[in-house]
Nanobody, 124 residues
């Protein structure tokens, strides 16, 4: 059984550069997709970034060039480095994993396991 636990988020100022982490406990897969999703106030949950077992990463257009997803295999920990934060980045952030390669498009139902989420609030 796989469990995902995100680090505690919090309130940050615009332009800040926090890093979120997601520790995975349980089975280790040779092929996987791990991703970050977020849901802002009054918005649908959207895929932010994903990385597969070959190290390939992808991002939603709104965070390209600002966010970086990475996975530390020995620590079984997923990271999301967020730079130049904007108020529009305010959201609940969730990590997710699947025991298969990443899909061509971010789809919630594709993932098998989810963390409970962590709130990130960006102030002006």
């Amino acid at each position: 059984q796989v469990q995902l636990t995100e680090s505690v988020g919090g309130s940050v100022q615009a332009g800040g550069s926090p890093r979120l982490s997601c520790r995975q406990l349980g089975s280790i897969y040779s092929v996987y997709c791990m991703g970050w999703f977020r849901q802002g106030p009054g918005k649908e949950r959207e895929g932010v970034a994903a990385i597969d077992s070959d190290g390939r990463s992808s991002y939603v257009d709104s965070v390209k060039g600002r966010f970086t997803i990475s996975y530390d295999i020995p620590k079984n920990t997923l990271y999301l480095q967020m730079n130049s934060l904007k108020p529009e980045d305010t959201a609940m952030y969730y990590c997710a994993s699947a025991a298969r390669d990443c899909p061509s498009r971010a789809v919630e139902s594709y993932y098998d396991h989810w963390g409970r989420g962590t709130q990130v609030t960006v102030s002006s």
